[in-house]
């Protein structure tokens, strides 16, 4: 697939190391830096294995050294960086998922590391999701408890809050542990399964790619839908007739505020952390679903159609950042930017999320490229809504945009622009 050629090559690039920070945090970067893509997960949990005690428990030093097999060689001065780079991601990771089962040691449980990191492993998304799924297998049944999914879905959101800690304080304060508990709960609601049985993977898949899925969506007895959802309609034409009253009308984003809206979308993008058109449509039935929009079962159906009819559409707003098992998937700032946007909240408080969510390296400040970042995606949906209303490119008018916001804070193309300096540029006429 081109797409893959085009993510292969760019992450075979020289890295150069940032410099206005010592160490990176971002998906791409870890990546690049690590070999961890370029095996399946089964391989680097088996590497992991060997460092873990009878207990499943790793130490400090055994994860580090198991870390330090995926990490890439290179010549000075790069080498000197990684040192920095294997030391920095090997400790935040571990304090990240230190473990409270022994208060005197300082450990991590193989189980839940191995969860996290399968997110950065090759294969597609159903074959990460599968392996992690399978580590809590421990009886061999091809099922696990409700307990087991939370601890599961718990691991992966702790590695990505890591690398997005801008969630956090978005998100009202949810930890992973809520988050991964309230998910699993979700999960087996959904599916009717009593919280004594056990769920299998193939029901799990079924859930996070169809909400219908579990019969109660669609009506009792209807016959589960467990295929991607696919359209019935021509869908970019028909979102291109929608205004934004419109699309807050039929996503429920209109009932709901920015840390509602983003503890949410983690919950449902994240199990399996990829954005594609399936966690676009479990999202926008969760918020209905939540605001009362299937409420007697009378044109649920219906109303379902048209959620994966706009999540295909919505979909075409963005750029593909690359395929995962014939399915396109978009960057998730992108879409966290827009869904900020369509939300009930103050226009700086918009603005505000929209900047941490760009905020890599979360120092309150954001280059000029990354500006340019958070501006084309809010104009490639206005441009693809309405072409007439954006009449140059996207990339130049976001260029133009970002200039205007750094010569207003008086700073030149290589400065970093404060939170509260592009706030005070967007809420004036220059930039709203």
Same mark, same amino acid.
């Given at each position: 697939d081109d797409d893959d050629d085009d993510e292969e090559e760019e992450e075979e690039e020289m890295y150069t190391p940032p410099q206005h920070r010592s160490v990176p945090k971002t998906l791409k970067e870890i990546r690049q830096l690590t070999t961890f893509k370029a095996h399946s997960p089964e391989v680097v949990f088996d590497v992991f294995a060997q460092y873990t005690d009878m207990r499943g428990m790793l130490s400090r030093q055994g994860f580090l050294q198991g870390?330090?097999?995926?990490? *890439?060689?290179? #010549?000075?001065?790069?080498?000197?960086y990684?040192?920095?780079?294997?030391?920095?991601?090997?400790?935040?990771?571990?304090?990240a998922f230190l473990s409270n089962e022994f208060p005197s040691e300082e450990l991590i449980d193989f189980s839940e590391i191995c969860s996290g990191v399968s997110v950065l492993c090759g294969g597609t998304r159903d074959e990460k999701a599968k392996a992690a799924f399978s580590l809590f297998d421990v009886n061999g049944t091809s099922s696990i408890s409700q307990f087991d999914l939370s601890v599961y879905l718990s691991s992966v959101f702790k590695l990505l809050?890591?690398?997005?800690?801008?969630?956090?304080?978005?998100?009202?304060?949810?930890?992973?542990?809520?988050?991964?508990?309230?998910?699993? #709960?979700?999960?087996?609601?959904?599916?009717?399964?009593?919280?004594?049985? #056990?769920?299998t993977?193939?029901?799990?898949? %079924?859930?996070?790619? %169809?909400?219908?899925?579990?019969?109660?969506?669609?009506?009792?007895?209807?016959?589960?839908?467990?295929?991607?959802?696919?359209?019935?309609?021509?869908?970019?034409?028909?979102?291109?007739?929608?205004?934004?009253?419109?699309?807050?009308?039929?996503?429920?984003?209109?009932?709901?505020?920015?840390?509602?809206?983003?503890? *949410?979308?983690?919950?449902?993008?994240?199990?399996?952390?990829?954005?594609?058109?399936?966690?676009?449509?479990?999202?926008?039935v969760k918020l209905n679903r939540s605001a009362g929009g299937f409420n007697d079962g009378s044109g649920d159906a219906s109303m379902h159609q048209?959620?994966?009819?706009?999540?295909?559409?919505?979909?075409?707003?963005? #750029?593909?950042?690359?395929?995962?098992?014939?399915?396109?998937?978009?960057?998730?700032? %992108?879409?966290?930017?827009?869904?900020t946007m369509l939300c009930t909240a103050k226009k700086e408080d918009k603005m505000r999320t929209a900047f941490t969510l760009y905020d890599e390296d979360?120092?309150?400040?954001?280059?000029?490229?990354?500006?340019?970042?958070?501006m084309m995606s809010i104009f490639s949906v206005q441009k693809?809504? %309405?072409?007439?209303?954006?009449?140059?490119?996207?990339?130049?008018?976001?260029?133009?945009?970002?200039k205007e916001a750094f010569d207003e804070a008086r700073l030149n193309a290589n400065g970093h622009i404060s939170l509260e300096e592009f706030t005070k540029w967007y809420t004036t006429d220059s930039g709203g």
């Open positions: 870390l330090s097999k995926f990490i *890439v060689t290179a #010549e000075p001065p790069l080498a000197t990684l040192e920095s780079f294997t030391s920095y991601l090997g400790n935040e990771l571990f304090s809050f890591w690398m997005n800690p801008e969630i956090g304080p978005t998100n009202g304060g949810v930890t992973p542990d809520l988050l991964g508990s309230k998910t699993a #709960e979700e999960a087996f609601l959904e599916l009717k399964i009593s919280e004594n049985h #056990e769920l993977f193939d029901q799990f898949k %079924d859930w996070y790619e %169809d909400p219908g899925a579990s019969g109660e969506a669609e009506g009792e007895g209807a016959s589960p839908n467990t295929s991607t959802p696919t359209p019935t309609t021509t869908t970019t034409t028909t979102i291109k007739t929608m205004t934004w009253n419109d699309i807050r009308d039929l996503t429920a984003l209109k009932h709901y505020g920015i840390s509602e809206v983003m503890e *949410v979308f983690m919950g449902d993008v994240y199990p399996t952390g990829v954005v594609d058109v399936a966690a676009m449509y479990r999202f926008f048209k959620l994966k009819d706009f999540s295909f559409g919505f979909m075409d707003m963005f #750029e593909t950042q690359g395929m995962d098992g014939g399915r396109k998937v978009v960057n998730f700032n %992108d879409v966290a930017t827009v869904l979360d120092d309150g400040h954001l280059s000029r490229s990354q500006i340019e970042s958070l693809f809504m %309405d072409p007439n209303k954006v009449i140059n490119s996207v990339t130049e008018i976001a260029a133009i945009s970002a």
